[in-house]
């Protein structure tokens, strides 16, 4: 599994599977984000089937895909709400973590400074410095 930490309580992934739930839970996690949009994915990976795989290892499961065009400040927020803002610890996936972890920090804006939240990015390896000017614009 490749399972990337951009907070104590907050990671991003590339696609996970059903028959990691166990795993994942045996490794702290407590809730699962998916971002990724069941268009993208084979029936095997769709949130129904993630859902039902999580809830079967005792995990939580929240749902909000995500697409470069549907990332808007309210369904940003709605991400948060239900993955960052929670208690235990959020593990959000997409197709390669990216699309998470840009929600993370678009989540994140007006939170933490432009600096600490690009670091975390860079820490889990990605790249996000084109959105330092947004970033800083709404630096808390």
């Not at 809830?55 to 940003?76: R, S």
């Not at 972890?101 to 007006?110: D, E, P, R, S, V």
């Amino acid at each position: 599994m490749d399972i990337r930490q951009l907070t104590p309580r907050y990671y991003v992934a590339p696609q996970i599977s059903p028959d990691q739930m166990t795993a994942l839970k045996e490794a702290g996690i407590t809730r699962i984000l998916c971002n990724r949009p069941d268009d993208e994915v084979p029936p095997a990976y769709g949130a129904g089937q993630m859902q039902a795989a999580a809830e079967t290892a005792g995990l939580e499961f929240a749902l909000q895909p995500l697409t470069h065009a549907t990332m808007n400040e309210e369904v940003i927020a709605h991400n948060r709400s239900i993955g960052a803002d929670c208690d235990g610890v959020t593990l959000a996936y997409c197709a390669s973590g990216t699309r998470s972890c840009i929600a993370w920090a678009l989540g994140q804006a007006g939170l933490q400074s432009a600096d600490d939240i690009l670091a975390a990015a860079r820490a889990a390896g990605y790249d996000l410095d084109n959105m330092r000017p947004y970033l800083e614009q709404h630096a808390p």
